[in-house]
């Protein structure tokens, strides 16, 4: 069955430390992997996506992703986090339909960042 | 760029009557677009899949004679909540899929049943 793990429900780091979100997924098919962050009372941002090719990619806000294929994971990490960092963060895995069209996405339970001033 | 739209962010209504949200994609043309529902500290559900000029893909357990919705034109899209109650309280959120694949998702509407 398709599905989305974030194992951690809630973390807190301090400002100007390095963060690391888990994401594990698993998929029959070649995956495309999301990162999206949601602010309270607020819809999603997507932060980055990948599809194919290098499989270090970054995104807004000075985030970066690595997936590894082996390991079925895509974690979202930054290099020094910033208080307005502090949100919901969401992986999802999804499918691009023949044609290029969207498929539907599936959402891990999200993982809540708190950030220590 | 793709900048989903959702009107009204908020909404309180009495228990039977109906609601419509809007979900319009501003800048973009959406063939596709996506409606979750989320429940308190909870992640997004997908309720349907609503594709313009066509009937809606709902998702199992989801009441398509209670949620419908209506993909008119490229870049507006409507959910409408029937005979509201107020186990339907929740946030309503809307997604337009993007050129690359990617989902570009409305604010949410909170929707409050009394």
């Known amino acids: 069955a398709q599905s989305v793990t974030q194992p951690d429900i809630h973390i807190t780091v301090s400002e100007g430390a390095s963060l690391e979100l888990r994401c594990n997924y698993s998929y029959g098919a070649t995956p495309y992997l999301f990162w999206y962050v949601q602010s309270p009372g607020q819809g999603l941002q997507l932060l980055l996506k990948?599809?194919?090719?290098?499989?270090l990619v970054q995104g807004i806000k000075g985030f970066e992703a690595e997936f590894k294929r082996s390991q079925s994971s895509f974690n979202l990490r930054k290099p020094s986090v910033h208080w307005s960092d502090a949100a919901e963060y969401f992986c999802?895995?999804?499918?691009?339909?023949?044609?290029?069209?969207?498929?539907?996405?599936?959402f891990g339970k999200g993982t809540k960042l708190s950030v220590k001033p | 760029g793709a900048v989903v739209s959702q009107h009204p962010s908020w909404v309180i209504c009495k228990s039977g009557t109906s609601v419509k949200i809007e979900c319009r994609s501003l800048?973009?043309?959406?063939?596709?677009m996506f409606w979750y529902r989320q429940f308190p500290k909870q992640s997004l559900m997908l309720m349907a899949t609503?594709?313009?000029?066509?009937?809606?893909?709902?998702e199992q357990g989801v009441e398509k004679d209670k949620f419908l919705i209506n993909h008119a034109s490229l870049t507006l899209s409507t959910l409408t909540v029937t005979s509201a109650h107020p186990e339907d309280s929740s946030f309503y959120i809307c997604?337009?899929?993007?050129?690359?694949?990617?989902?570009?998702f409305g604010p949410g509407t909170r929707l409050t049943v009394t």
């Open positions: 800048d973009f043309q959406a063939t596709t």
């Open positions: 999802a895995v999804g499918a691009v339909n023949y044609g290029g069209s969207q498929g539907n996405l599936i």
């Open positions: 990948y599809f194919s090719g290098d499989t």
């Open positions: 609503s594709n313009e000029g066509s009937k809606a893909t709902y």
């Open positions: 997604s337009a899929s993007g050129t690359e694949g990617e989902q570009y």
